[in-house]
Nanobody, 126 residues
């Protein structure tokens, strides 16, 4: 089992920045991919960014490419997955979720991620 806890959401004006953090504990060594998804009101949850277990590979949704950066770090028994969000737009407003997949493939598919955090709200005002 893996437990994920997100933090860092909030309210920001368009053009501003936020940094989200996800603290993962438990059997983190069994996870192959870490990712961020988001869900806006009335919309389906969508992929934002992913990073491989060793940090060597990253991939972004076209809508955030060049503005968001995903990274990961280890500290003792905890894996930290961060999402630096710059040049934020009102369209980025959503609840952001950290997720982990044990499947040994690079994936953006929601169903491939078995572990999820509780989500953190990001609101971008115009």
């Amino acid at each position: 089992q893996v437990q994920l806890v997100e933090s860092g959401g909030g309210l920001v004006q368009a053009g501003g920045s936020l940094r989200l953090s996800c603290a993962a504990s438990g059997r983190t060594f069994t996870m192959y991919t870490w990712a961020w998804f988001r869900q806006a009101p009335g919309k389906e949850r969508e992929f934002v960014a992913r990073i491989s277990w060793n940090g060597a590979n990253t991939y972004y949704a076209d809508s955030v490419k060049g503005r968001f950066t995903i990274s990961r770090d280890n500290a003792k028994d905890t894996v930290y997955v961060s999402l630096q969000m710059n040049s934020l737009k009102p369209g980025d407003t959503a609840v952001y979720y950290c997720a982990a997949s044990a499947r040994s493939v690079r994936t953006q598919t929601l169903d491939d991620y078995a572990y999820w955090g509780q989500g953190t709200q990001v609101t971008v005002s115009s």
